[in-house]
């Protein structure tokens, strides 16, 4: 593996390019602040991502930056616009633009692979069902999954087929920007692997933008374009993976230089 990977050839940093756009956000539970003054630039046609220690929030601010999380302050612009002022139509049209793969998976046990992927069509386009079974079949092949495992219930499923069933609806409605969260998580190595080089080959294909949150130091190195890390409420560093190496805060460097961040460092030495 090496660190510089093939696509994601130029940054892609022109103001133009601003995909999300977080700005002093601030997210509490009761006393408790997650976000405190967070900001953060997602640029159009890049893997960002997006890493911290457990707890520190990075599923509170994905689920911010989709809407399912109350904000107290701050604002987040996406596509250009500020989602909540945004009135709800048009809200509505702006989420059908992004695909989400929540932590641990969470398809519906209770339906067929083909029917999980059907699900974002048949809640917001008026399609016939044959067309939704081209369109799911078209998605299962995908993200590499054999036709038969459409008709297959998620518990029939191995973990990294979940994964993979999961990443097929969120690309249901052929969004720009996938928000993937520890989409690598329990899977074995080799699993983790196929599945990053799936998400590498699927946004240069597709031209996505991803936002992913991970602890995976293989995806950060095969598949990260930039690195944001989310520390005690702000994002402390962000930029190439060559950065946040150098970075001197405490969280990082025992992230980056601990034990199972040596191999990186060890191969990012020369
Ligand atoms: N709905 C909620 N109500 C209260 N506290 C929450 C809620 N969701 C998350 N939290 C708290 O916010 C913090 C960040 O959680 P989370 O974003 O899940 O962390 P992680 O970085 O591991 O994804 C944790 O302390 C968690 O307990
Ligand atoms: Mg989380």
């Known amino acids: 593996m090496t660190l510089h990977h093939e696509h994601g050839s130029a940054p892609r940093q022109s103001p133009g390019d601003v995909v999300i756009s977080v700005r002093d956000l601030v997210v509490g539970f009761g006393e408790k602040l997650v976000m405190n003054g967070l900001n953060l630039d997602v640029y159009r046609g890049e893997v960002l991502g997006f890493v911290g220690g457990s707890g520190q929030g990075k599923s509170v601010l994905t689920r911010a930056i989709l809407g399912l999380v109350p904000t107290r302050a701050g604002s987040i612009r996406i596509f250009g616009h500020e989602r909540d002022k945004l009135p709800s139509k048009e809200r509505k049209a702006l989420e059908q633009r992004w695909g989400v793969l929540f932590q641990n998976g969470a398809l519906f046990s209770g339906l067929t692979v083909k029917q999980n992927i059907q699900m974002p069509m048949r809640e917001t386009r008026d399609l016939s069902q044959k067309l939704m079974d081209e369109l799911a079949m078209l998605k299962i092949e995908l993200v590499g999954l054999k036709p038969d495992a459409a008709d297959k219930f998620p518990s029939e499923l191995s973990g990294g087929m979940v994964k993979r069933a999961a990443l097929a609806r969120a690309l249901a409605l052929d969004p720009e920007l ?93």
């Open 178 to 270: 996938v928000f993937l969260d520890e989409p690598t998580s329990g899977l074995d190595p080799i699993g983790a692997a196929e599945f990053d080089e799936l998400i590498g080959t699927l946004q240069e294909t597709l031209g996505l933008t991803v936002f992913m949150v991970t602890h995976d130091l293989d995806s950060l190195y095969s598949i990260c374009d930039r690195i944001a890390a989310l520390a005690d409420g702000k994002v402390i560093a962000e930029g190439p993976l060559e950065t946040l190496l150098r970075s001197d805060h405490p969280w990082l460097r025992a992230y980056f230089h601990g034990v199972r961040g040596g191999r990186l460092a060890a191969a990012t030495a020369d």
